[in-house]
Every structure is written in structure tokens, then in C-alpha cells.
């Protein structure tokens, strides 16, 4: 089974999305950062390395907070999401993005206003019990 890893990068209330470039089946819809897990993998590998390779930042792992799954192409994949640390906020030191077109932190609460691509939806109730819970920690 595929796996996909969504990373969540909660900083001062916002959460960071990106929106895809305007190619592939998802293409102009806006996520949660992430990718494909390639073989051999581990998570935190996999987490580290699309980070690197779409954003041009390294980020810390810091733990995870769902398993979801989504049906693409007919299959079923499944989706980890990972709570990450990013080195900076991008606002100004932008990133340097190569999957996406831009990025911007939101509540996530607004989420669902932006064309979100199906996967995420699907873990972002989840995502919202484990945000709540950290801002009533803080």
C-alpha cells in the first residue's frame, strides 16, 4: 500500500498550507506540505526530505498526530501527519518553493474555505482536535 506522509506546521496560531502548481490531478488546490514515503523510507526521512526538496528548509519531526487514508488512482494510500518545527516562518526569508505556486498560514479553522485537496480533508478533523489541544496547553 502507498503511504503519504502531511506535515503540520503550527506556529503563533497559524497553520502553513501551500498551494500546488497548476499541474497534475491536484493541481491549483491548496494542502497540508507533504509527499510520497519511497521505499526504504521511514517517515521522519521521508518528512525531511520532500520539506527540503519543496520548501528548501530543514524541519524538525516533532511527533505525529493521525493515520488517515485516501483512494487515489483506484487504491487505497494511506496518509501519516506529522506535527514538524519549521526553521523560520518564510515571511521574511521566503521559502523556495518547486511544487507550489505560494504558502501562507492560516487558522485552521479557515481551512475548509480554500480548495483543499481530498486527502487532507479527510485527516483534517483530526488535525483540528490536535490544534485545539496544543492552544489549550499554551
Known sequence: MKRSIACIAYENGKVLIAHR???GQ???????????????????????????????????VVSKITTGSFMHNGAESLLEVYLIKVPHDGLST?????????????????????????????????????IDNISKEN
Open 94 to 130: 521566503k521559502y523556495a518553493l518547486t511544487e507550489h505556486s505560494e504558502y501562507k498560514w492560516v487558522n485552521i479553522n479557515d481551512i475548509p474555505k480554500d480548495n483543499f485537496v481530498d486527502s487532507d480533508l479527510s485527516i483534517y478533523p483530526e488535525v483540528v482536535k490536535f
Open 21 to 23: 502548481n497548476p499541474t
Open 26 to 60: 491536484m493541481g491549483n488546490r491548496w494542502e497540508f506540505p507533504g509527499g510520497k514515503v519511497e521505499n526504504g523510507e521511514s517517515d521522519e526521512i521521508s518528512i525531511i526530505r520532500e520539506m527540503s526538496e519543496e520548501f528548501g528548509i530543514n524541519v524538525q
